[in-house]
């Protein structure tokens, strides 16, 4: 990078008249072109110190890091400037999918092919090589036609038909495949089983589109798993809860550890015993043991939002902590797991509830303070509701008191993410919408 900059200062380079310059992202390994998004001179600037792809957000006015809250970071290889100074390619090494649906890229929707082109090469060598490289070209070729029939619908198509049809028909669907598949197994005929595998395999592809997960997200789990098998068992385990908590939770618990990068799972355990001292003994008004509900929350904002950084599932996790319990403080917080989680815990509690705020003004100032959270604070808070929301029906509470929660709902917390560009946080939006009118 420091040849880059000695070659070409940054003052020679041309800004548009709103000081932004377009960037193309550029596989290194292959030359994909993976995006384009827009810099101005202080993303430049910050691409260069961090070695990081850096971007000026024009819908939020501010910078922002390719991958910071996904993981799919893009580090940088080599900057490349046009001959007019006024346009970028950033050749990059990209960790994880690059579009925020799990697509490899963001170009995958065809609009046009000219067939006689396509056909000249046709004989050229093929990237992958041996059949299980082969199989995975075509299994990425497969999941982009499926992206691109949920996003159109087109009439006639059978993956259109479970698209339409929604989750519980796509599982269904898979549950009939991998029955199947298992009585398949059982006789005797080879190309019966490889027919209904391959059944298997697509109706599990179809059900990665519709919940956003992408191969990527195999690849890192299978990876860590991989490598797990070839190191020391007490490294790689994940640590032991040191504290009592109901029965209820255990089951959640692991999946919740089967999604996060090994990583956090030290900082998770530890935020498991907050978070079970401080609701210790408590219940909710399903009668459920009262921890069951910030363990929904944190598999809501991971496996269907995917907020999957360590501050956004801790605070998933702690976001009732506070407000449930007087002996825990922002201060703890702050020690144990950072100011990000502690303020956005602050900001997720109803801080009247522990200061003697007026009910009436403590209320303005939570839903002023989520106003001006980040998106990700406020992903969470719309998770909290989420599962709120889906307990509502065993609560025991009356119609008229269901009827005014969703009303609040409408009013307080959708509009939290209604003008917002941020991926996560639509999605979470998107979530609650269905909760809401269900």
Same mark, same amino acid.
């Given at each position: 990078?420091?040849?880059?900059?000695?070659?070409?200062?940054?003052?020679?380079?041309?800004?548009?008249?709103?000081?932004?310059?377009?960037?193309?992202?550029?596989?290194?390994?292959?030359?994909?072109?993976?995006?384009?998004?827009?810099?101005?001179?202080?993303?430049?600037?910050?691409? !260069?110190?961090?070695?990081?792809?850096?971007?000026?957000?024009?819908?939020?006015?501010?910078?922002?890091?390719?991958?910071?809250?996904?993981?799919?970071?893009?580090?940088?290889?080599?900057?490349?400037?046009?001959?007019?100074?006024? *346009?970028?390619?950033?050749?990059?090494?990209?960790?994880?999918?690059?579009?925020?649906?799990?697509?490899?890229?963001?170009?995958?929707?065809?609009?046009?092919?000219?067939?006689?082109?396509?056909?000249?090469?046709?004989?050229?060598?093929?990237?992958?090589?041996?059949?299980?490289?082969?199989?995975?070209?075509?299994?990425?070729?497969?999941?982009?036609?499926?992206?691109?029939?949920?996003?159109?619908?087109?009439?006639?198509?059978?993956?259109?038909?479970?698209?339409?049809?929604?989750?519980?028909?796509? !599982?269904?669907?898979?549950?009939?495949?991998?029955?199947?598949?298992?009585?398949?197994?059982?006789?005797?005929?080879?190309?019966?089983?490889? =027919?209904?595998?391959?059944?298997?395999?697509?109706?599990?592809?179809?059900?990665?589109?519709?919940?956003?997960?992408?191969?990527?997200?195999?690849?890192?789990?299978?990876?860590?798993?991989? +490598?797990?098998?070839?190191?020391?068992?007490?490294?790689?385990?994940?640590?032991?809860?040191?504290?009592?908590?109901?029965?209820?939770?255990?089951?959640?618990?692991?999946?919740?550890?089967?999604?996060?990068?090994? $990583?956090?799972?030290?900082?998770?355990?530890?935020? !498991?015993?907050?978070?079970?001292?401080?609701? *210790? $003994?408590?219940? +909710?008004?399903?009668?459920?043991?009262? *921890?069951?509900?910030?363990?929904?929350?944190?598999?809501?904002?991971?496996?269907?939002?995917?907020?999957?950084?360590?501050?956004?599932?801790?605070?998933?996790?702690?976001?009732?902590?506070?407000?449930?319990?007087?002996?825990?403080?922002?201060?703890?917080?702050?020690?144990?797991?950072?100011?990000?989680?502690?303020?956005?815990?602050?900001?997720?509690?109803?801080?009247?509830?522990?200061?003697?705020?007026?009910?009436?003004?403590?209320?303005?100032?939570?839903?002023?303070?989520?106003?001006? *959270?980040?998106?990700?604070?406020?992903?969470?808070?719309?998770?909290?509701?989420?599962?709120?929301?889906?307990?509502?029906?065993?609560?025991?509470?009356?119609?008229?008191?269901?009827?005014?929660?969703?009303?609040?709902?409408?009013?307080?917390?959708?509009? !939290?993410?209604?003008?917002?560009?941020?991926?996560?946080?639509?999605?979470? =939006?998107?979530?609650?919408?269905?909760?809401?009118?269900?």
């Amino acid at each position: 990078m420091s040849e880059f900059t000695e070659v070409q200062p940054i003052d020679g380079l041309r800004f548009d008249s709103n000081g932004l310059m377009p960037c193309v992202m550029q596989d290194a390994r292959d030359g994909t072109v993976l995006t384009l998004a827009w810099m101005n001179a202080e993303a430049f600037r910050k691409t !260069l110190e961090t070695g990081l792809v850096t971007f000026w957000s024009r819908s939020r006015k501010q910078l922002w890091v390719k991958g910071e809250t996904s993981g799919n970071i893009m580090r940088v290889a080599e900057l490349k400037l046009d001959c007019d100074g006024d *346009a970028l390619v950033a050749r990059v090494l990209p960790e994880g999918p690059a579009c925020h649906t799990g697509e490899a890229d963001c170009f995958f929707k065809t609009v046009f092919k000219n067939k006689a082109v396509l056909s000249e090469i046709e004989d050229a060598p093929q990237a992958a090589q041996g059949w299980g490289a082969q199989l995975g070209a075509l299994m990425d070729d497969v999941r982009t036609l499926l992206q691109e029939r949920k996003d159109t619908l087109p009439e006639g198509s059978y993956s259109s038909y479970l698209f339409k049809k929604g989750i519980n028909k796509i !599982l269904k669907k898979l549950g009939e495949e991998a029955t199947e598949t298992i009585v398949a197994a059982k006789s005797e005929s080879r190309s019966d089983l490889v =027919g209904e595998m391959c059944d298997l395999v697509f109706h599990l592809m179809v059900l990665m589109v519709e919940k956003e997960i992408s191969f990527e997200d195999l690849r890192r789990v299978m990876d860590d798993r991989h +490598r797990g098998d070839n190191e020391d068992e007490t490294e790689t385990a994940t640590p032991e809860v040191k504290i009592t908590r109901p029965a209820e939770c255990e089951p959640l618990e692991a999946r919740l550890f089967q999604q996060l990068e090994p $990583g956090l799972h030290h900082d998770v355990t530890r935020a !498991l015993e907050v978070m079970y001292r401080a609701h *210790a $003994g408590q219940v +909710r008004d399903e009668g459920t043991p009262y *921890a069951t509900h910030p363990l929904e929350v944190a598999l809501i904002a991971v496996e269907d939002v995917k907020l999957r950084e360590h501050d956004e599932v801790i605070a998933a996790l702690l976001h009732d902590v506070l407000e449930d319990d007087m002996q825990t403080t922002p201060q703890e917080l702050t020690d144990k797991f950072g100011e990000g989680v502690s303020g956005a815990v602050v900001l997720l509690t109803k801080m009247y509830k522990r200061d003697g705020s007026p009910k009436d003004m403590g209320l303005q100032r939570y839903y002023q303070g989520l106003r001006n *959270a980040p998106g990700w604070v406020r992903a969470v808070k719309l998770c909290d509701r989420i599962h709120n929301l889906r307990t509502l029906d065993n609560s025991g509470r009356s119609k008229d008191r269901i009827d005014q929660y969703r009303k609040d709902t409408r009013a307080n917390l959708l509009p !939290l993410a209604a003008s917002s560009m941020d991926q996560k946080l639509l999605r979470a =939006g998107e979530l609650l919408l269905q909760e809401i009118y269900k």
